[in-house]
């Protein structure tokens, strides 16, 4: 008997549904999309958290955005600017360096009388987040000119000058004098302190305004938050604030030639030549007529 050849599967054996199949791979992506949104709602608070807590880490120990309240530094900042401090290097023990421009916690009262800006919506969030400084916190803005131990001094018509060498500032707000609106000095800066002075002179309550409070005009450095980098906002004024070249003149960092004069460590020094000076110009006839006398009765002899 001749078999007949076969087709390749078994009798009655049923072809798989093709539907069913893309049903069952259907449902299954589904339920896998579920779990995937779940997942997602579920981690969400710990993103939030996670975020938060480095929005925290940041402000407190590298970075902080502050507002500019007043137009104390113009040109260099305006009101409204968004400027960036770094707050890392003072953890490192590093000090305001002359020509930067700090953020610093009010002394004592500077800011007495001042308004209160009001935080918008953005401003607020942020400062909820440590992003930003909140609106209470009394914070003010404004150039180093003088640290500690440096002699600094401003005569009416004249520049400022720091250890005997005047500054060449660019930066003053055009139209402005270095100080004829409040000229001081000399002063020597105690250890531990800064001078500071607005970029618009004639518009900031600066050190120059404090002489006579128990601040004698000086900041603290540990009132100071750290230094302003980056204008960070508005786009179309974004830009570094690098130190100006004129705190990088040669001798500037000469403390000892201006302490030679005398100027002591406590504030404010008379105009004109220290006890020092004034010695030796009066010691110098007496050993010259001391001398005078020897020789002569050494001749005579």
């Known amino acids: 008997m001749a078999v007949g050849a076969r087709s390749g599967r078994d009798e009655g054996e049923e072809r798989p549904d093709d539907d069913a199949v893309a049903r069952e791979a259907e449902e299954g992506e589904g339920e896998a999309t ?13 993103l939030v958290g996670i ?3 480095l929005a925290l880490l940041i402000k407190t120990f590298l970075v902080q955005a502050f507002s500019i309240p007043s137009d104390s530094m113009q040109n260099t900042l305006q009101r409204g600017d ?7 290097t003072p953890w490192f023990g590093s000090e305001p360096e002359r020509g930067e421009v700090v953020v610093f916690h009010d002394p004592l009262n500077w800011l007495s009388g001042e308004p209160t800006p009001e935080p918008n919506f953005v401003q607020t969030v942020l400062s909820k987040i440590g992003l930003m400084p909140s609106a209470d916190e009394k914070d003010l803005i404004k150039r180093t000119i003088a640290i500690g131990g440096d002699t600094v001094e401003c005569k009416k ?4 000058v720091v250890n005997g060498k005047p500054l060449d500032e660019p930066y003053i707000f055009p139209g402005n004098t270095p100080c004829d609106d409040m000229p001081f000095g000399p002063i020597t800066v105690p250890k531990g ?19 006579q409070d128990s601040t004698q005009g000086f900041v603290p450095v540990d009132k100071v938050v750290g230094r302003a980098v980056v204008v960070a906002w508005p786009l179309n004024r974004w830009s570094t604030l690098p130190v100006p070249d004129t705190f990088d003149q040669p001798g500037i960092n000469n403390q000892a030639a201006a302490n030679a004069l005398g100027l002591g460590a406590s504030g404010l020094a008379p105009v004109g030549l220290g006890p020092a ?11 010259m007529w001391r001398r005078r006398r020897l020789t002569s009765g050494r001749t005579a002899g």
């Open 34 to 46: 579920a779990q995937a949104h779940r997942s997602f709602w579920k981690e969400l608070p710990l």
């Open 51 to 53: 975020a938060l807590l």
């Open 82 to 88: 968004r400027v960036l401090v770094d707050k890392l």
């Open 157 to 160: 018509g004249g520049p400022v």
């Open 193 to 211: 302190k800064i001078w500071v002075m607005g970029d618009h002179r004639q518009n900031s309550q600066d050190s120059r305004y404090h002489m």
């Open 277 to 287: 000076a004034l010695g030796l110009t009066g010691a110098v006839p007496l050993v």
